[in-house]
């Protein structure tokens, strides 16, 4: 009886034993088609042509860790499960991670950051060149490239980031044109022209040399073809970009004139506007139609009387320069020529059967904020977590969700199944510790 | 034999949870057949299953058991081929029930403790929904003190008070980053309690076709004075203040059973259990903490849970004098609509399978022991709230094993 018992209780333990063995052992399964085919691409070599975005370029300066997750080594890394080959980026060395030197954020005190630039562990072999890169490169982006200046000589001589890749016979002469061709790629992406336009808002409206020319429309349209006519010589297919409305970044939604005025009416209740002189030299009182640019937060003019007796911005006779707003007028300009690219970049890749990722339907988006994976993303400055500190440039989390915005549009140009990145590995601004 | 078990316990994953957060998991009988039973006198854990049946229960009893619950949860981003899953847990739902009342008289006193409430899911601290969810640990231990009394020889009814004691613990990543990248991190925690009742009618009718209704109460459970602990850079501590505090409601819903026991034979029972959850009172989940800054306003998270329901079909069959074998299927609908499927509930409608088994080693002691199966449907949809979009899938296993004294 009492070995009855226990053999009983034996065997019923032995049931539990290896049913808990059992079930340990039993995943629930998903099914996806997710990195199974590429479709009708082909991810063999895939080369990214375009500027600072697609360099990497984070918080005012190119280092290593962005470059790291530059939307387009995003693109490379999920490609690999569709036939992606390797893909090689002209990287600082971890001894020079810090490359241009950029901005990092060091105080945040009720709102009001302090960015420190990194000074340290920097790329630079002389006071203006950065140490060279030699080897394959399939990261093509160069900070401040531009379609115009893609065709330009000399530019490679006064454009550091493309003079540290080229030969020194090289430098001055051969253009980024050139330089983006002859590598045996079987897809691209082209996200290029934002500094055509951007070059000129960032300076306020006010053209002082060749990095802020507002591109002629027709120029463009020229010169994009080209691009994509050589990009395509070969049949290959690709990607290209369109260029975000430049009022769609941090750079020209922070300093509003509203916040201008309050901050003016803390120290003198009876101020009424602010001045600004527009791009034809008239001075009048500033509305919300009228940007001003970011760094005029730090440039510690707002209310000085150091070079007149009346207030910085707060009087008709001493208003806010030219060169710091972008006004009603010129964002109108812009808007428009922005409008005008982006038809020639929509109709040139309709022409060649290309994907097109639109990053300015996409941004105007996140202007008005989105919600990925529980993170709110926005174009606030420092806090909307896609910008960097620079207030153009993305974070490792921009360059994530843009990354998947590219992703999405080759998938459903192609019927490839690149898998989409995880944007909640990658982060938004570093908060002081 | 003990250790051996012990161990294998301890080593795989627990992990307790089912329709929504209603575990059904409370009586290891009724668990062999799929959960099903309110209209049979089959055992004490009528207590829970239907007070009105307690009274016909022919002996005096004690009982306790445990049901270490394995949920395993998968989720895969829209667009990705990467799936992630829940970390390994435990925390077992648990019984135990009394029964007495004198030999041959009207009435039976009853209590019960069990968990009919509770979740158990940790996803990581770095996975791709750690902005909605990392992990939760939700508690509901129900103590209910029951009368149950015989109105007829063929009608009884039972009430019981319900006291719920409810334990919370919600963990979820910020999106603010370090200096080294990581992210911020909330981490609220609770201790709350709330009351209600579970009342049944047991009809015996002149075929021995038995019947059951029962309805167990809604308990709203209240949570004061939790901690919400804010972990994130020091830049940002006067947005997250230490030392915050939050109050929330958690609300369980009331559940309707319609019961039906047929007798096969000498040896053979069949039971049905219809079912009626009234999620719908689950609107939203808040948090109101005790100090606000711009950038900590209270939430108030939208769930908009609808009723859910279920239905079980379950057999018990007296094989020998002292085995009894039980087998059961069920399916329940999900009380969770498309747009609200939160990883803290991963939720879907769902197959339920189970089988158990009873021996008794004395005519005062007995050893039942079950196991239960869920599939959990498979559940492609983008997150209201969140935007968390991609698919769940959930399979859900709980041995168990139940020890009886009878007198």
């Not at chain 2, 409810?166 to 991190?185: T, W, Y």
């Not at chain 2, 004098?321 to 039980?326: D, T, V």
């Amino acid at each position: 009886m009492v070995g009855e018992i226990i053999m009983k209780k034996y065997i019923l333990n032995s049931l539990l034993v290896a049913a808990v063995l059992f079930v340990a052992s039993c995943k629930p399964e998903i099914e996806s088609p997710a990195g199974t085919t590429a479709g009708t691409a082909n991810f063999g070599k895939y080369i990214a042509v375009g500027n600072s975005l697609t360099s990497g370029f984070a918080d005012g300066g190119l280092y290593l860790e962005g470059q790291k997750v530059a939307y387009p080594n995003l693109i490379a890394e999920k490609m690999a499960t569709v036939g992606g080959g390797s893909f090689t980026s002209p990287f600082f060395t971890d001894a020079q991670a810090n490359g241009s030197g950029y901005l990092s954020l060091t105080a945040l005190v009720n709102g009001v950051p302090t960015l420190t630039p990194v000074t340290n562990n920097l790329a630079y072999r002389d006071a203006t060149h950065l140490a060279k890169y030699t080897g394959e490169v399939q990261n093509l982006g160069i900070p401040g490239m531009r379609v115009d200046l893609a065709f330009a000589g000399p530019f490679s001589a006064a454009n550091p980031y493309l003079e540290r890749l080229l030969p020194d016979a090289q430098v001055g002469v051969t253009t980024y044109f050139q330089f983006i061709q002859g590598r045996n790629h079987t897809f691209f992406s082209l996200w290029l022209g934002n500094n055509d336009a951007l070059g000129y808002a960032t300076n306020g409206g006010v053209t002082t040399d060749a990095t802020n020319v507002l591109t002629d429309k027709s120029t463009f349209a020229l010169l994009y073809s080209n691009l994509v006519n050589s990009l395509t010589a070969g049949g290959q297919k690709g990607i290209v970009g369109t260029i975000p409305d430049v009022t769609s970044i941090p750079y020209f939604n922070t300093v509003t004139v509203a916040a201008l005025l309050t901050a003016a009416k803390a120290i003198n209740p009876a101020a009424a506007a602010i001045y600004i002189q527009t791009g034809t030299g008239a001075v009048r009182a500033a509305t919300s139609e009228d940007l001003i640019r970011l760094p005029f937060q730090s440039a510690g003019l707002f209310g000085s009387t150091a070079s007149s007796p009346y207030p910085y911005g707060l009087h008709p006779l001493n208003p806010i320069a030219n060169n710091w707003v972008l006004d009603k007028d010129e964002v109108a300009k812009v808007k428009d020529f922005v409008l005008s690219y982006n038809n020639t970049i929509k109709s040139l890749a309709d022409s060649k059967g290309l994907a097109i990722a639109d990053t300015y339907t996409y941004l105007n988006q996140v202007k008005t904020g989105i919600v990925i994976n529980g993170i709110g993303i926005n174009s606030a400055f420092i806090t909307g977590g896609a910008f960097s500190l620079d207030g153009v440039h993305l974070t490792p989390r921009g360059n994530a969700v843009i990354a998947n915005v590219f992703i999405n549009a080759i998938n459903a140009k192609y019927g490839s199944t690149i898998p989409i990145v995880d944007v909640t590995q990658y982060r938004g601004v570093k908060f002081p510790n | 034999m003990k250790k051996i078990l012990l161990s294998v316990l301890l080593s795989v994953p627990f992990w307790v949870m089912a329709q929504g957060f209603q575990v059904n998991l409370q009586g290891q009988k009724q668990i062999g057949m799929a959960g099903a039973g309110s209209a049979l006198a089959l055992d004490e854990a009528s207590v829970f299953f239907n007070p009105g049946a307690v009274t016909f229960l022919e002996k005096n009893s004690v009982s306790a058991g445990v049901n270490p619950l394995l949920f395993k949860s998968a989720f895969q981003q829209a667009g990705s081929n990467i799936t992630e899953n829940v970390k390994n847990k435990i925390a077992p739902p648990f019984e135990f029930y009394a029964v007495w009342g004198p030999k041959s008289n009207k009435w039976k006193l009853g209590l019960g403790v069990y968990t009919p409430f509770g979740g158990l899911v940790d996803w990581g601290d770095n996975w791709s929904g750690k902005y909605a969810l990392t992990s939760l640990n939700l508690k509901a231990i129900y103590i209910q003190p029951t009368l149950s009394v015989k109105i007829t020889d063929r009608i009884g009814i039972g009430a019981g008070f319900v006291y719920n004691h409810g334990d919370v613990n919600l963990q979820r990543a910020i999106p603010v980053n370090f200096p080294d990248g990581h992210s911020g991190k909330v981490t609220l925690d609770g201790t709350g309690k709330g009351y209600g009742w579970n009342a049944g009618i047991y009809i015996n009718t002149l075929s021995n076709i038995t019947f059951a209704i029962t309805h167990k109460s809604k308990v709203i459970t209240k949570l004061d004075g939790g901690t919400a602990e804010f972990d994130v850079p020091n830049s940002l501590r006067t947005s997250f203040p230490a030392g915050n505090t939050f109050t929330a409601e958690l609300p369980l819903p009331a559940t309707t059973t319609l019961g039906i026991g047929i007798p096969l034979s000498k040896s053979t029972k069949l039971a049905f259990d219809a079912s009626w959850v009234q999620w719908h009172i689950y609107q939203d989940l808040s948090f109101d903490y005790a100090t606000n800054t711009s950038a900590l306003a209270d939430t108030k998270s939208a769930r908009n849970y609808r009723d859910g329901s279920s239905f079980k079909l379950g057999i018990n069959h007296q094989a020998t004098e002292k085995l009894a074998l039980r087998a059961g299927v069920g399916y329940a609908f999900s009380p969770v609509q498309d747009g609200y499927v939160t990883p803290e509930a991963p939720d879907a409608d769902r197959y339920i399978l189970s089988a158990g088994a009873g021996y008794s080693f004395t005519s005062k002691f007995e050893v039942n022991a079950s196991f239960f199966f869920e599939d959990v449907k498979s559940r492609t949809q983008k997150n209201i709230e969140t935007g968390l979009n991609g698919t769940f899938k959930t399979l859900v296993y709980a041995p168990g094993i139940s020890l009886t004294y009878k007198w």
